[in-house]
């Protein structure tokens, strides 16, 4: 299984962040439990952000559910992420992974290569 993200590298503040995850190798609907998105900001510890599971239900980081949206396309086989309100501390380096909903990153069995969001004016 491949996945790859894709999106702006660089979104101004108050804006909203679209990134896609592209999954080649295994189907959304079912190859896995749960699709993940997780970000790491400079210098920090990886935070989940949110997941979609295999039924289309998604789930949420408390802190960042208010700004968050998860969904998918079966039929490309993606996985897309929207935040709203963007803060500089958003600035980080978003992955899409499968497998779990958790910041432990040994719970996934697979990430994509990850791209760098900066949030900034």
């Known amino acids: 299984v491949q996945l790859q993200e894709s999106g702006p590298g660089l979104v101004k503040p108050s804006q909203t962040l679209s990134l896609t995850c592209t999954v080649s190798?295994?189907?959304?609907?079912?190859?896995?439990?749960?699709w993940s998105w997780i970000r790491q900001p400079p210098g920090k510890d990886l935070e989940w952000v949110g997941a979609?599971?295999?039924?289309?239900?998604?789930y949420y980081n408390p802190s960042l559910k208010s700004r968050t949206s998860i969904s998918r396309d079966n039929a490309k086989n993606m996985v897309y992420l929207q935040m709203s309100n963007l803060k500089p501390e958003d600035t980080a380096v978003y992955y899409c992974?499968?497998?779990?909903?958790?910041?432990?990153?040994?719970?996934?069995?697979?990430w994509g290569q990850g791209t760098q969001v900066t949030v900034s004016s």
């Open positions: 992974a499968a497998g779990s909903i958790t910041n432990n990153a040994a719970a996934y069995s697979y």
């Open positions: 979609i599971d295999t039924s289309g239900s998604t």
């Open positions: 190798g295994g189907s959304i609907t079912g190859a896995y439990p749960y």
